[in-house]
């Protein structure tokens, strides 16, 4: 069973951007959510689970299964997706 993929990112961020293409690029099945479109509780209950994995709340944070990955970072992307 493959680990599920998660992206947490900013619809203004570079580097989430090109986390998303490096996925899709790899046919990789995942998840987003642009934390900036957020409102209310909505919003501040995202930003607590993202604390929780990246306590500087930078973005992308990007979980693969157990891997938390705090930026985006391409060898460890591929490392955690075994691609």
């Given at each position: 069973?493959?680990?599920?993929?998660?992206?947490?990112?900013?619809?203004?961020?570079?580097?989430?951007?090109?986390?998303?293409?490096?996925?899709?690029?790899?046919?990789?099945d995942?998840?987003?959510?642009?934390?900036?479109?957020?409102r209310?509780?909505?919003?501040?209950?995202?930003?607590?689970?993202?604390?929780?994995?990246?306590?500087?709340?930078?973005?992308?944070?990007?979980?693969?299964?157990?891997?938390?990955?705090?930026?985006?970072?391409?060898?460890?992307?591929?490392?955690?997706?075994?691609?």
């Amino acid at each position: 069973m493959k680990d599920k993929t998660r992206l947490y990112t900013l619809s203004t961020c570079g580097h989430c951007k090109d986390a998303k293409k490096f996925l899709n690029d790899f046919h990789v099945d995942f998840e987003f959510t642009e934390v900036d479109q957020l409102r209310g509780q909505e919003r501040e209950d995202i930003i607590k689970d993202i604390r929780a994995l990246n306590s500087k709340l930078t973005f992308p944070t990007i979980v693969i299964g157990e891997h938390v990955i705090v930026g985006f970072r391409e060898d460890e992307l591929r490392e955690a997706l075994g691609i």
